[in-house]
């Protein structure tokens, strides 16, 4: 079994972060949902589409630091690392955002994951070969192939529908319990992946 993970809105949870800095910015009132989505589809409906997209790239970059852990996370792939289950974090992303700062992107996602103790001997132990951010979604889709993946959780359902039938798709799915494919699992928290895995 090799598990493969991707790393936006899977393993590190934006919501607040898009939230704080959109208020910062005076676009949204401090009531709005703290939900990623909800910001970036009210943006769009003020035609204000590259706000959002400078949003984007200042999350992504300098301010990834201040993105959190989804709950769940960290405990659960220390119990996977404990039961020897083989973990590679395979992404997609741009080297540089679209507008704004020209930050490198990659590099700001290796940082998020030295804070939170990823490659740590005492952490999740993970080493530079087990972390892969691809420019495009189909280089992606090849890591994950050339990985040797069995098992790859995403909240992307077009992602998965790229990923070959052989590979176990899980759809990571936080706030939303539907399924758009009959033979995929859904989680809707880490805690759920585990017993999958078993």
Not at 29 to 43: A, H, I, Q, S, T
């Amino acid at each position: 079994m090799v598990l493969g993970l991707d790393f936006d809105n899977t393993i590190i949870k934006y919501d607040e972060l898009f939230h704080r800095i959109a208020f910062e910015k005076n676009l949204i009132p401090p009531d709005f949902p703290k939900e990623k989505n909800r910001v970036r589809n009210y943006l769009r409906e003020k035609n204000i589409e590259d706000e959002w997209t400078i949003i984007q790239g200042e999350v992504y970059g300098d301010r990834i630091k201040e993105a959190i852990p989804f709950e769940g996370m960290l405990e659960t792939l220390e119990k996977l690392r404990i039961k020897k289950i083989p973990i590679n974090i395979i992404s997609h992303k741009t080297r540089v955002p679209y507008l704004g700062s020209k930050v490198d992107l990659h590099a700001s996602a290796k940082n998020w994951l030295t804070i939170n103790h990823f490659f740590d001997t005492n952490g999740l132990n993970l080493k530079e070969n087990q972390i892969y951010f691809e420019v495009t979604k189909e280089e992606k889709i090849d890591r994950i192939m050339a990985n040797g993946c069995t098992h790859y959780v995403d909240d992307l359902p077009e992602i998965l529908e790229m990923i070959p039938n052989g590979i176990k798709k899980i759809l990571f799915s936080p706030n939303d319990s539907q399924n758009f494919n009959e033979n995929w699992i859904v989680i809707n928290a880490w805690k759920e992946l585990p017993a999958i895995l078993s």
